[in-house]
């Protein structure tokens, strides 16, 4: 990847270049930092119109975002050697309080995924697996001869499938399948040979009948049936979609304009202010407004590519792979299932649906890719 475009964003040259000190002191990596404010300024303004105009809610945002990018500071100040020794701590702590859930954990909607410990906000353990699979993952792989043996891709399988077999009963497909992502491509980064990727599939193959009719909820094969023929049940399953698509292809070129949009502000759109929030984007600010944000979230993929080559350590390298590229799929998965190309899995819209917990793990993420810039400086 060409270091001169990286070069041409902010940061990379120009009056904030002539101060270099004061933000490797800080181990901020400003071409990163800068994007993400721009995408969570963006949502913000997006979040308003998506939640009914609700000031409190917006707020409510506001204030995660404010803890968010605090973590994802903190995060930065971390050597990447302390790292890569916590990183087996904070898989034990995941596994023990994803075990935790079903016990003590809190029921809304039908699924017990939250726990509420005194002293502590109500939260998900499975966002910290997010971060603890691929960093664990990555530092058992970075201590072996790459590419991996099979015991060792076996050992690392092992430490995925794990904590998803403890997501998936909450049950939570949506964030097991993430979880594994994470954690797949860091393996996959450390140069996975193509006979493992083969059999993979084929095994994937063998056993989707079984999956269908044993592992998956009603609920779940519905959601897929729904995804090929949304109008069988216009009222019900596939209500979501239509409304969404019909919110997507309204919005034309510019837009309605912001907070006009009919299928959001009228309340057509379910979920406008979580998972479906794109469909406000689109209807209000047209494909434009959806091109701006794609354009930013490239961006922050090229950075965060960009860092991962340049990287030291095979650890650092692995990391910030995995948590660029898992950033990548979160986007196109959420793009996907918003416009009936998945089905609904619950994936968020990365800094503009409305969420804490999702939002301090990502942000953390990035705070460990800091981390790992500034070491390569």
């Not at 897929?224 to 216009?234: K, Y």
């Not at 759109?269 to 494909?287: K, N």
Request: proline share 5%; charged share 10%.
């Amino acid at each position: 990847m060409p270091s001169e475009f990286f070069r041409s964003l902010p940061g990379g040259s120009g009056a904030l270049r002539m101060r270099p000190n004061t933000w490797k002191k800080f181990r901020i990596d400003w071409p990163l930092l800068l994007l993400l404010i721009m995408i969570s300024s963006y949502g913000l303004v997006v979040l308003y119109s998506a939640s009914g105009q609700d000031a409190d809610r917006l707020g409510r945002q506001f204030m995660a975002l404010l803890v968010a990018f605090a973590c994802m500071l903190i995060a930065a100040q971390f050597r990447v050697k302390t790292i890569k020794a916590l990183a087996p701590l904070a898989y034990l702590v995941g596994v023990l309080l994803l075990a935790a859930v079903p016990l003590w954990g809190v029921d809304i909607n039908g699924a017990t995924r939250w726990l509420d410990l005194p002293g502590l906000p109500r939260f998900q353990p499975s966002e910290l697996m997010k971060l603890a699979v691929p960093l664990t993952v990555a530092a058992y792989l970075s201590g072996t001869l790459l590419p991996p043996k099979f015991n060792y891709l076996l050992a690392s399988f092992t430490i995925i499938l794990l904590p998803c077999g403890l997501i998936v009963i909450q049950p939570d497909l949506g964030t097991s399948l993430l979880v594994a992502t994470s954690g797949l491509l860091v393996i996959w980064l450390a140069g996975l040979q193509w006979r493992y990727v083969f059999g993979a599939v084929l095994g994937v193959v063998a056993s989707a009948w079984p999956l269908w009719h044993f592992a998956l909820q009603g609920y779940q094969r519905q959601r897929i049936l729904t995804l090929f023929n949304p109008e069988s049940d216009r009222l019900g399953a596939g209500w979501n979609i239509i409304q969404s698509k019909t919110a997507i292809g309204s919005g034309g070129w510019a837009g309605k304009g912001w907070l006009n949009g009919t299928q959001s502000q009228l309340e057509f759109l379910p979920e406008s202010h979580t998972d479906f929030i794109i469909a406000v984007l689109a209807e209000e600010f047209g494909l434009l407004g959806v091109l701006t944000l794609l354009m930013l979230y490239i961006l922050v993929v090229m950075r965060g590519a960009y860092i991962s080559i340049s990287a030291k350590e095979v650890f650092g390298k692995l990391v910030a792979g995995s948590i660029t590229f898992t950033f990548f799929v979160y986007v196109m998965v959420n793009l996907a299932m918003v416009s009936g190309m998945l089905p609904v899995v619950g994936v968020p819209l990365p800094l503009v649906s409305y969420g804490g917990t999702a939002m301090v793990t990502l942000l953390a993420g990035f705070g460990i890719l800091m981390s790992i810039q500034s070491e390569t400086d």
